[in-house]
């Protein structure tokens, strides 16, 4: 016991000692927070609306005074042909073009059918969809009150039958972006951060050539490689909980669930991650090697996670894929009990397949892990 | 130059000895590549919903199994209570929950007006949102198909083209993002660490004492992983056009052109970071933790940037990889030249001088 105290002391003066490190360590992880959680949202706002109106009736221009007065489209510009229009989305200045053709007004009152062109640049397939079910709801509101004024008076046998659909968002009622994304943002900073700092440490030392020093002493496997590790647990536990104030405070995430919850599975996923992270130090030599390893699993598990793509659009392959993936599992549950509340019992299945995940993983490493070369 | 073309060499020495490191630097841009091409996709498909259904009349049953045979919707359970609606979501089961008022074909034949309740679990507000805006529209459809028979005058009907993505896939919008990041991830990465390795190792002094000049050593030690790089993209952009058909509408040399131009700005901003840093720890940390995140979000490359806070815009217009992004998605998708994306080509190469500026200010050429 005595020994794994001296080790985990030396761990730590070795951190404080490294001026360089310290920002990045404990100053980077938030600002990232802080800023990131703002930049990482679906909703689509300031669209680049234009429009062509070959029409130039009252009835084009109050189509046109209704684009205007949606919050969604922001830079409104005319032009005279959709050729011009056209340049113009290839440079990249507008996301929408609305084509109102000649005669739109005299065919709507004659024929009582009209019709509209819109292009829209879909590169962003999804963004390109949303637009388009804003633009059709703005034409069909228009189209309603067209149809209400000049059909004033009509019989009401007329009146077609309406299925109304109420939506209600529960646990976020206002579409808050932020705290979805403040949790898993917060998982992937402790993720990232006690990954690198693990898979780097002992293989630094064997690069540097101090490892052999440390595997001739009388220091036991396990006492070793649990006072190499212990360090970044304690870490861990201090980023997520440096994080979780800033998630109450600055992002008034709302925390429903149990606190004590969250804090016992984060102290079982971060020895997951240990465990990886001297898994991945026992089969490289070098820092690089490590460090190129890490990232690579690094950036599979975030993309893969559901934190910013949904998981269950994935094909079946892929979804398997994400069982072996522990953020998905870290971004779950967070999001679970802090915005949902739920109890030990909900997260039952993710929580287990976490502990095992951490016994394999430990075990792996630790069997791995040989003193002699 | 003899001498310069010897340490050349010496660098792609070390580089292929390391069979390793380079089975990784060549392999997982590879496999990340194919994964992302294929897995990622923010559309919604197959999302779990739940049911209640309070009238279990013809109607409702129509309904639901438009729903159910739709490609977006899977109808996982059905529930009795409303009080259920809170257990499941707690467990993670489903997403949503329609709720089907009672007397719900009574209601619609007598009263004209009958509801239903889409009630979702809006922790993911993007998956929410877009299960309402869905299942409100196939609730519209059924509506349109009961009013037939009644005449609804004055239609306005706009008919939607999806320029450059008619299919609205979503490897349209992703490869060029993930082609972003690894290029920049592996150069940056690179070329911090195999000049703070020197640094480390007490090497550098030795190169630093020889008759090579400073800048000699640093572009020897850089030049094999712009070699290196340029596989690398090669590699990526025959892998999307021959497997995820990604069309390359413009020019393919100019699509090189701007790659190496790319591919130098991510190893200069390699420079920059081992010029600030003593350790192969520290480069490592500055590149991937200041720079993994920041990119994937803040570059465009899954998030919109137009919708963004305007700070976050400025913060997004100084990455590198935003500029990039943009000129591949103009070249591959849009078709266009020089002549449009001669603005982003500037910018990209005005911060690659500015790296390589700083980086010479801040070389030290004595070691402490």
Redesign the interface.
Known sequence: MKIIGYIIQKEFKQIFR?K??LP??FV??FI?LI??S???????????FSYIDYDKTSFSRALIDKFNASTYFNVITEYPSEKIANSA????EI?VILEIPQYFERD?LKD??????????????????VE??Y??QI?QG??KN??TD??QGSDKK????????????????T???K??MVPG?LV??VT??TL??SG?NIV?EKE?GTLEQMNVTPIKKHQFIIGKLFPFWILGMLLLTVGLIIARLLFNVPMVGSLALMYLYTAIYILVILGMGLFISNY??????A???A??F???F???SGL???I????EW?QF?TEFNPIKYYV?IM??VM?????FM?ILPQFGKTVLYAIIMNGLAVWSYKKTN | MKRFIGFIKKEFYHIFRDKRTLFILFGMPIVQILLFGFAITNEINNVDIAILDKSKDVTTQEIINKISSSKYFSVKQFIEKESEIETIFKKGKVKATLVFEKDFSEKLTKENNTTVQIITDATDPNTANTISNYVNSILQKHQQEINVTKITPYQIVPETRMAYNQELKSVFMFVPGVMTIILMLVSAMMTSISITKEKELGTMEILLVSPLKPFQVIIGKVFPYIFLSIINAVVIVLLSIFIFKMPVAGNLFLLGAESILFIISSLSLGILISTISETQQTAMMLSLMGLLLPVILLSGFIFPINSMHNILQVISNVIPATWYIIILKGIMLKGVGLAVIWKETLILLGMTILFIVLSIKKYKIRLE
């Open positions: 490294n360089a490190m990045i360590i980077i992880p990232q800023i990131l703002n930049a990482a949202t679906f909703e689509i706002k300031n669209i680049k989305m290839l440079r990249g996301d709507l009582k059918k009209t019709n509209l062109l819109v292009i829209i640049n879909a590169i962003d397939g999804a963004a390109a969809g388009n079910v633009i059709n034409v228009f189209n067209v149809q000049l059909m007329n009146i077609p039958k309406n299925i109304i659909s109420i939506p209600s968002f529960w646990y976020n009622k579409l808050n972006y705290t979805f943002i992937i900073l990232m951060i690198f700092l780097m630094r540097i490289t030599d070098t820092q690089q090697q460090m190129f390893i990232w690579f690094v950036v599979i975030i993309l893969m910013f793509t949904p269950e659009s994935m094909p892929a894929l779950e999001r679970m915005l949902k509340g739920s109890s909900d």
